[in-house]
């Protein structure tokens, strides 16, 4: 079945630091691929997203590669700020018939002034 | 304003006493789901819906039921909650399942079953 592997957290940077949060999968077929986070005390929203391979998702500064050679969808952002600190969920929707969204175990950013 | 809500937000209740956590959508959204959060575990699908009355199991059903008479709602039963459901609680829905759409998750239950 399918699978999601994210770095486990906690993460702590500075304010400005560069972000790399890891993610790997394992599917069958041709999933789309998700980062999605979640600010304490709310529920989840979409971050970016990529449908294909090579494609590259953005938002709010934050970027991420669907790599099917590696089978990865690495989650960056040039520079952190506090207002970035939340839990960060990476998640694959299988192709074809299957409507699932599987989540990674999520990885709970804190930044510091 | 676009949203998914659930009511409650928070309850505490204890072992068998039966209990419905209510999920209601505003953007006529055809797929509906219901996932819980647990520490270490990341979101596991409990039930979805493909649209109205069209329900199916996910990773971990056990304990639960739900159903779709109403395209807006999905509600969760749990008929004899135990202290293992324990946990935190969201509802989601999306405009279609079989493309990949954005899901909208609700501001989550957390629940305790003591």
């Known amino acids: ?113 | 304003e676009a949203q998914v809500t659930q009511n409650p937000r928070y309850l505490i209740t204890v072992t068998g006493k039966k209990l419905t956590v209510t999920c209601s959508q505003n953007m006529n959204h055809e797929y509906m789901s219901w996932y819980r959060q647990d520490p270490g575990l990341g979101l596991r699908q409990i039930y979805y819906s493909m649209n109205v009355e069209v329900t199916d199991k996910g990773d971990v059903p056990e304990g639960y039921k739900v159903s779709r008479k109403e395209k807006r709602n999905f509600p969760l039963i749990l008929e004899s909650p135990s202290p293992n459901q324990t946990s935190l609680y969201f509802c989601a829905s999306s405009l279609s399942a079989t493309t990949p759409y954005e899901q909208y998750f609700g501001p989550g239950t957390r629940l305790t079953v003591t």
């Not at chain 1, 970035?84 to 990476?90: G, H, I, L, T």
């Open chain 1, 1 to 113: 079945g399918n699978s999601v592997t994210q770095m486990e957290g906690p993460v702590t940077l500075s304010e400005e630091a560069f972000l790399t949060i890891n993610c790997t999968y394992t599917a069958t077929g041709y999933p789309s691929l998700f980062w999605y986070v979640q600010y304490p005390g709310e529920g989840l929203q979409l971050l970016l997203k990529a449908t294909k391979a090579d494609d590259k998702g953005s938002n709010k500064g934050f970027e991420a590669t669907y790599r099917k050679e590696t089978t990865s969808f690495h989650l960056e952002k040039g520079s952190v700020q506090v207002s970035d600190s939340a839990v960060y969920f990476c998640a694959l929707k299988g192709g074809g018939s299957n409507y699932k969204l599987t989540f990674g175990k999520g990885t709970l950013l804190t930044v510091n002034p």
